[in-house]
């Protein structure tokens, strides 16, 4: 399986940059088409979805414009002394017009929020698939941890057992029998624990993602950090990052609405027409119409709003890159860290087991107490339930870190922008 592994992250990493992204999907993680169904089961992926269309009925919005024509009908009645009365009327159609350029203006402020909108859904699918993949591995944690106490378990029930016969036999004291059953309590105790733990973990898991299979759960992997490969990761991390996406394109949009906000300080005019009837038809009148209003402060103070929100948008973009230039470089730490501590974790673990075998075996020939033994016991446990934990601190910073570089499942790559 280690060896699988490497093969394939090695093809992955080795591929060219512009070679289509395979869904590397390892055998103790769920099929890439297991979670692609999974993740678009979610509300979250659903709302994310969902304002993409928001964003594009808010471009076609921008692109008509408020402006529409309007009519005006006025009726009125003259009377002339010694003349007589008239029926007179006037009816004006208006419409504002859009001075050039600001059309162009509005499509580009829509196309940077579609921008903003695409970026925003991968990011919650990145956010998901990071969400999945902690619960499924807490869930095989948990699996884990149950079958290595049962294993214990029994063990300290022959252990029990064999005290018993010794104590049948004369050759033990009923201390050690009472030893022997509070050792057994407290794994049995530690079982209920890791039990209880995995059913609060399979009930997230399902509860969160049902699609995802959970029927058989796969062994967990030896941790491998993609050696040799690291700078190749963190550059695909930064290059397609969905939050640093999100930013820039706000400070896209940002920069067009400023540009906006300066072609509205030339307001747009309103063109009309008008007809009129005067002296009861006698006088027939038609025109036209142009309006313009006098531009006040106002325009001058919305331009300098749009660029302070310019200006706020491209600090919270070169945060966002500091920030993620720390997180990858913090990434990059963890695997290497957790990896090295699996490796002494898993080193003190068997240590510590074949120290407890070796102890036992003592003690069956009776070279040693029985208080001995069960701290050797004890020991070995606390070790290996270390070497899980030590183990799943690897797994879940190597498969995050592949997960954030687009390798992991072809899951959270950046959208097209």
């Not at 695409?118 to 698939?129: K, Q, V």
């Not at 944690?141 to 290595?148: A, C, H, P, T, Y």
């Not at 009472?178 to 890791?194: K, L, W, Y």
């Not at 070796?358 to 069956?364: C, D, F, G």
Request: zero cysteines; proline letters at 6%.
């Amino acid at each position: 399986m280690r060896k699988r592994m490497l093969a394939v992250l090695f093809l992955l990493l080795a591929a060219p940059p512009e070679a289509p992204a395979m869904a590397f999907s390892p055998p103790d993680l769920p099929a890439a088409e297991q979670v692609q169904q999974a993740l678009a089961q979610s509300p979250l992926w659903a709302a994310a979805r969902d304002q993409q269309g928001v964003a594009r009925y808010e471009a076609e919005e921008l692109a008509s414009g408020p402006y529409e024509f309007s009519v005006q009908v006025q009726g009125q009645s003259r009377w002339v002394r010694g003349m007589g009365d008239y029926g007179e009327w006037w009816t004006t159609l208006q419409r504002p017009v859009r001075l050039p350029g600001k059309a162009a203006l509005d499509r580009q402020i829509g196309a940077a929020g579609e921008g903003v909108a695409r970026a925003g859904f991968a990011e919650a699918r990145l956010g998901l698939a990071h969400e999945l993949l902690g619960s499924w591995l807490g869930w095989l944690g948990s699996v884990e941890r149950e079958r290595l106490l049962l294993e214990q378990q029994r063990l300290a029930e022959e252990n029990l057992a064999a005290v018993q016969k010794r104590l049948q036999a004369g050759d033990a004291a009923r201390m050690d029998v009472q030893a022997a059953e509070a050792d057994v309590e407290d794994i049995t105790r530690s079982v209920v624990e890791a039990r209880t733990r995995k059913d609060m973990a399979l009930a997230v898991l399902n509860g969160r993602f049902p699609a995802v299979g959970t029927q058989s759960p796969p062994p967990l992997s030896d941790p491998q950090p993609p050696a040799g490969a690291l700078g190749d990761l963190r550059q695909a991390v930064l290059a397609d990052n969905p939050r640093l996406q999100v930013l820039e394109m706000a400070v896209a949009r940002a920069r067009v609405t400023a540009a906006r906000a300066r072609a509205e300080r030339w307001p747009d005019p309103t063109l009309a027409v008008f007809v009129a009837s005067e002296r009861g038809g006698d006088e027939r009148i038609g025109g036209g119409m142009i309006t313009m209003p006098i531009p006040g402060p106002r325009r001058g103070q919305e331009q300098a709003r749009t660029q302070a929100l310019l200006r706020v948008a491209e600090d919270r973009l070169a945060a966002g890159r500091q920030m993620l230039v720390a997180q990858v470089a913090s990434q990059m730490q963890a695997v290497a860290g957790n990896h090295a501590a699996f490796l002494a974790a898993q080193r003190a673990a068997a240590a510590m087991t074949g120290q407890a075998q070796m102890m036992q075996r003592a003690y069956a020939l009776g070279e040693l107490d029985l208080q001995r033994l069960l701290l050797a016991r004890r020991q070995a446990r606390v070790a290996a339930v270390a070497a899980l934990e030590a183990r799943l601190a690897a797994l879940q910073a190597t498969y995050g870190l592949l997960l954030d570089a687009h390798v992991l499942w072809n899951e959270g790559a950046a959208p097209v922008r």
